[in-house]
């Protein structure tokens, strides 16, 4: 998948993603999860190989921000 491909499904799923990131609730997030349709779930996997592989860059604060969860 390259970039531009990855970029329209960002783009489609935006909302989605908003509302993810945006959840302080972990219950509410992981409802949101559970209704998520194979497409949401698809872009949301994708963007997170992107991002563990190094394609999509993130600064190392935010970086430094992210919760390390063992649970």
Do not use: C, W
């Amino acid at each position: 998948m390259n970039k531009e491909q990855m970029k329209t499904l960002l783009i489609k799923d935006k909302e989605f993603l908003r509302t993810l990131y945006d959840g302080t609730n972990p219950l509410k997030n992981r409802r949101l999860l559970n209704i998520a349709n194979d497409s949401q779930l698809n872009t949301l996997i994708r963007y997170l190989h992107f991002v563990s592989t190094g394609q999509i860059k993130i600064k190392k604060e935010n970086f430094e921000k992210l919760e390390k969860r063992t649970n």
